[in-house]
């Protein structure tokens, strides 16, 4: 996988290596590049020699996520001629490193070779990178042997290792492996390295062996691959932006499946390559919704794990509460030492009436009700949750305030950058804050579980109660949060209950929600898709006009595709369908100028003035709730629901898609089929400045 910056990175779970074009690596201490698993870097050196002279890519097969091949040259490509001697890396990321490498010799002449790979570990937490973080408490060893070498980090009771060996001899030192070999005219030669990364208990049992054990056979990986792709709905369209991106985010999300040890060998999804690859809460729950109507597989173990972690004390350091659903785990050093409260870290008030709407959804879909069974007295927590130890100020809101004062999240809905939450004006409300999307959830969790509590869990007294709360729910926000003068909902309420009263694109996701009743409906919709939002790529996430916006502003003014893809679902909830189909428009276009790949974030710049896309500097890429966003959109675009035991389609297609249709749909109804052309009576879209896409034409 390539990014624009020419990075290359191999992914398998959560463990990743990201390199140059040429495949080396040499990480600075605050880039994340390098060798990757358990949130510890494993390489952050591992440079190919010939010569003592660096290696020019002349091209780089990266096609498959999980594999790499580097066809190179020495020197660098201003000085190529021609070159006698050159060489291919192959590289594969499964639970450790494997790389061969094979030198040619196309010259008239022997050739005696130096052959050298430099090798270094700094074995640095993800957060010591992300944060700049230089010193280490710990100390560092190594140890050479025949043509192995071992390079190691220990503080107290934690210990990591990376063991790098050669099928060839070779020369070892603490600094690298070097190779001599020499070359007859038309000879090659090659040999195969294996870096083993070891997660090491104070027994010395490697908790890694225990990964290894769980994975297919490294040969079988690529049908597993094409097996888990093929069970997926086959798309058929005539837009070719979006059969590129369907498939890409198919790829991209069985790139990021890992598979924690409690499940057993089954896979959930990783947030994202390079900062979040492991379990977050709200970003697995949403990547699920997304995708339920396409790889329903991934939804059990998600839920089964997060239940298997949820809250079952008060602990400030935490920020965990009985029933609460975790935000974030990690197992790196800084966790290890609670440096970071992620081991794991509950500060998110959403995920847990996330993992009550999707426990629902999943069963609308499959009709699986063992797991809603299986899974009642996780739900009934959440939600006790909801009531009891989210409402900090006994308004009926659910609020947040870190307790962990040092370290914690301050802002702990989605948009959780420090600044992700303002008043018009620009200015920061105090703590607690609850955030009007959040209420959404609760209301929606409280409805969808009044079902589950009918229809599986025998107690129809606690759906009439959960149906009361959230209709008095409901009451109550509509009076708190609207903000009447200007037509749209509070993005949040402060600590003294005064609407925060940026215009931001949370309140799409009360649509989504079902909060929002239909007469005040079309004012969002209007506020959505006018100019102060809407980039003609998609609805960002503040603004333009109000104090904090900056359309690359990380939450203050970018278009982030997940959060659009819900917002197109909320709009199709309330017959908004055209808007909806500008929203999916513009989204796949974007898509196009990213290789089909939806990065975390882009630039909220208007599309008549940049006429493209603008890449966000620190965007992850692949991110599983990016991926999932195209999914979800041809969900809305299609108008596809569970009702009644079969699935319903209710299409509307923008211009720019003239035929799309998804087939083999998974659900309780087997799997169907479900077809869609464009109306020449629906209204047209006009949003996309007339500027096409580069698939487009």
């Known amino acids: 996988m390539r990014d624009i910056a020419g990075t290359v990175s191999c992914i398998d779970g959560n463990s990743f290596i990201v390199s140059d074009s040429s495949g080396d690596v040499d990480a600075a201490p605050a880039t994340p590049a390098g060798l990757f698993a358990a949130d510890t870097r494993f390489l952050s050196r591992w440079i190919l020699t010939i010569g003592g002279e660096r290696l020019t890519a002349l091209s780089v097969d990266d096609s498959q996520y999980f594999e790499a091949a580097f066809f190179l040259v020495p020197g660098g490509q201003i000085d190529y001629v021609q070159a006698d ?5 192959r590289r594969r990321i499964g639970p450790d490193l494997t790389e061969s490498v094979t030198v040619f010799n196309y010259g008239e002449h022997d050739v005696d070779l130096d052959v050298r790979l430099e090798v270094a570990a700094d074995f640095a937490d993800i957060f010591d990178i992300k944060f700049d973080v230089r010193e280490k408490a710990g100390s560092y060893y190594s140890e050479v042997g025949d043509s192995e070498l071992v390079l190691g980090y220990r503080r107290g009771t934690f210990r990591r290792e990376v063991r790098v060996s050669a099928s060839e001899p070779a020369s070892v030192d603490a600094r690298g492996v070097r190779f001599r070999p020499r070359l ?10 294996r870096v083993t990364m070891r997660v090491l208990r104070p027994d010395g049992h490697d908790w890694r062996a225990a990964v290894r054990a769980l994975r297919p056979d490294d040969s079988t990986l690529p049908d597993a691959v094409r097996a888990w792709v093929t069970q997926a709905p086959r798309l058929d369209t005539d837009n070719s932006a979006l059969r590129q991106v369907y498939q890409r985010s198919l790829v991209d999300l069985a790139a990021l499946r890992f598979a924690p040890l409690s499940l057993g060998g089954a896979t959930v999804p990783a947030a994202g390559l390079p900062w979040f690859m492991t379990l977050f809460g709200r970003d697995s729950l949403l990547t699920c919704l997304q995708t339920l109507h396409v790889t329903p597989s991934l939804t059990p173990p998600t839920l089964r794990i997060l239940a298997f972690l949820q809250g079952g004390r008060r602990d400030d350091i935490l920020d965990e509460d009985p029933g609460r659903i975790l935000h974030e785990l990690r197992y790196g050093e800084s966790a290890a030492f609670e440096e970071q409260p992620h081991s794991p870290y509950y500060g998110t008030v959403d995920a847990s009436p996330l993992f009550v709407v999707l426990l629902d959804e999943y069963e609308r879909w499959t009709g699986d009700g063992a797991l809603v069974m299986e899974l009642e007295k996780e739900a009934r927590a959440a939600l006790e949750w909801i009531d009891r ?53 609760a209301y929606d969790a ?98 333009e006009g109000q104090g904090r916006y900056n359309p690359l502003g990380y939450h203050n003014g970018t278009v982030w595709p997940f959060d659009n893809s819900f917002i197109a679902w909320g709009l199709r909830r309330y017959g908004f369908a055209a808007e909806a189909g500008r929203i999916a428009e513009g989204i796949i276009d974007a898509a196009t100028y990213f290789h089909g790949r939806l990065p975390e974030a882009f630039g909220g710049f208007d599309r008549q003035t940049t006429r493209y896309p603008v890449r966000y500097p620190t965007a992850g890429s692949p991110q599983a709730w990016s991926s999932g966003a195209s999914l979800l959109l041809i969900r809305a675009m299609l108008g596809i629901d569970p009702h009644e035991g079969h699935l319903a389609v209710d299409a509307a297609l923008p211009p720019s898609f003239q035929r799309i249709a998804l087939l083999d749909i998974p659900g309780r109804w087997g799997r169907v089929d479900a077809f869609a052309r464009h109306r020449p009576d629906q209204p047209p879209t006009d949003d996309t400045g007339g500027y096409p896409s580069p698939l487009l034409g």
């Open 85 to 89: 001697v050159s060489a291919i890396r």
């Open 389 to 441: 130890y989210a409402d900090l100020t006994s308004t009926g809101y659910v609020w947040y305030e870190r307790r962990n004062r040092a370290t914690g999240l301050e802002n702990q809905c989605w948009k959780d950058s420090w600044d992700g939450v303002s008043y018009a004006d620009g200015r920061l409300p105090g703590f607690p804050r609850a955030t009007c999307e959040v209420q959404g959830y």
């Open 184 to 193: 007859r005219p038309g000879q090659q030669w090659s040999t195969q390295l």
């Open 446 to 543: 409280k409805v969808r579980a009044a079902r589950l509590a009918r229809a599986f869990w025998d107690d129809p007294a606690y759906a009439d109660r959960l149906e009361r709360d959230a209709a008095a729910l409901k009451d109550r926000f509509n009076r708190d949060f609207w903000i009447d003068e200007r037509g749209y909902y509070a993005l949040a309420l402060d600590h003294d209950g005064i609407p925060v009263d940026a215009l931001s694109s949370n309140i799409g996701h009360l649509l989504w929600s079902g909060i929002v009743p239909p007469d005040r409906a079309p004012r969002i919709v209007e506020h959505l898709m006018g100019p102060a939002l809407f980039s003609g790529w998609g609805v960002r996430t503040l603004a």
